[in-house]
């Protein structure tokens, strides 16, 4: 009776601790893949929809969890990037599958098709929905595709407007005020960089019509060493202050800004938090909010409230874009600049500034405003 009895109350502990363990992994009740094209470490972009999505998983304790796969950014990788995609789909494992860039557009597309009862939320490229749509009857397009988009160019149009506020105060350190020439340095010219670049080429203008800006691409996202040799180019041609959107190779900007004593603004994540050690050469950073867009997204698909088969574009308002306004900023830029900065950024929001941007133009209107800028 005794070894029945036993039998029973370990019996009993087991059905309790598997109940228990059913119970906490029920709570899992959404789950997300963040596909990165890229790797985590770029202190920039992809670190802040890791970050947003580490912070939603915090804030819903085991409600909600994510897995991050970093597929590699460099021309070897890229052949697993689309297959990666498709396997992730054929898992039927996650609620939403996350990717971003331009350069996953088409896998996207391909997967959206293939897979029509799989979620996708991308981000920081415009997709084609016109095109996507024309593949199937009226009306019989699959909606899977949630697009978020940002403003980047207004946010880059205050960056421009600080530069060449910067590049002729000789109140500020590492400054010579009789340059009048700032830098830009970008990724690859894809439409989003172009959109950074004519809202900075717009700002700068804005504040002094004599300022000049250098311009240079890397080719890639990755490749530090190249984007610090020609950062380098720059700040030897007489630029005082630049301005870096190419991911993880824009770091090496920042470490070009330190070994010349220069300036560098930073982009997409705080940068000046991130490389304390050269913080002293970036007056801020122009944060395009990814992470912030994601947990908005996937709150409102978690409450069934989010829309696909549309495109949503986030500017200050919506918290997509900031300028990083923290005690740092305070102590690198002068009263008078900032207040200016908050000025425009005001302006911007009540649309009496309409910043230029490269989506909607064709590239020789985009190549003339930029040509003119040189």
């Known amino acids: 009776m005794k070894k029945l009895l036993s039998l029973l109350l370990i019996t009993a502990m087991l059905l309790s601790i598997t109940a228990c363990a059913g119970g906490e992994t029920a709570k899992a009740e959404y789950k997300a893949a963040l596909l990165l094209n890229g790797n985590l470490g770029d202190k920039s972009f992809y670190d802040s929809a890791n970050d947003g999505l580490t912070k939603l998983k915090k804030e819903l304790n085991g409600k909600f969890d994510f897995k991050v796969v970093e597929m590699g950014a460099t021309p070897a990788d890229e052949g697993k990037w689309g297959p990666t995609l498709l396997n992730y789909c054929d898992s039927k494992e996650y609620n939403v599958i996350i990717i971003g860039t331009w350069q996953m557009a088409a896998a996207l597309a391909e997967a959206a098709e293939k897979y029509p009862d799989q979620k996708f939320i991308f981000f920081d490229e415009r997709f084609d929905f016109d095109t996507f749509n024309a593949k199937f009857e009226a ?145 801020t950073s122009a944060l395009k909010n990814v992470g912030n867009s994601l947990i908005r997204a996937i709150k409102q698909d978690m409450d069934k409230k989010l829309t696909y088969g549309i495109a949503e574009s986030m500017g200050f308002a919506e918290g997509g874009i900031e300028l990083v306004k923290d005690e740092h900023y305070k102590e690198m830029l002068p009263e008078s600049i900032r207040t200016k900065l908050d000025e425009l950024e005001k302006d911007i929001t009540d649309g009496k500034i309409v910043v230029d941007t490269s989506f909607g133009k064709t590239d020789a209107e985009i190549k003339a405003l930029i040509d003119k800028a040189q």
């Open 139 to 283: 009306g019989k397009a699959p909606k899977n595709i949630y697009n978020v988009l940002y403003k980047q160019n207004e946010v880059s149009f205050l960056v421009g407007a600080a530069a060449a506020m910067m590049t002729t105060d000789s109140t500020i350190n590492m400054i010579d005020p009789s340059n009048k020439k700032i830098g830009f340095l970008g990724g690859m010219e894809n439409a989003v960089i172009q959109d950074f670049l004519l809202g900075y080429i717009q700002g700068a203008k804005h504040i002094d019509a004599a300022t000049e800006i250098a311009i240079a691409y890397v080719g890639n996202f990755y490749d530090s060493a190249a984007g610090k040799d020609l950062a380098l180019t720059q700040y030897n041609s007489g630029v005082d202050v630049g301005f870096n959107v190419a991911g993880g190779a824009g770091l090496g900007q920042i470490e070009a800004a330190a070994d010349a004593n220069k300036w560098a603004f930073g982009v997409d994540s705080d940068q000046a938090a991130l490389l304390p050690n050269m913080a002293k050469n970036i007056p």
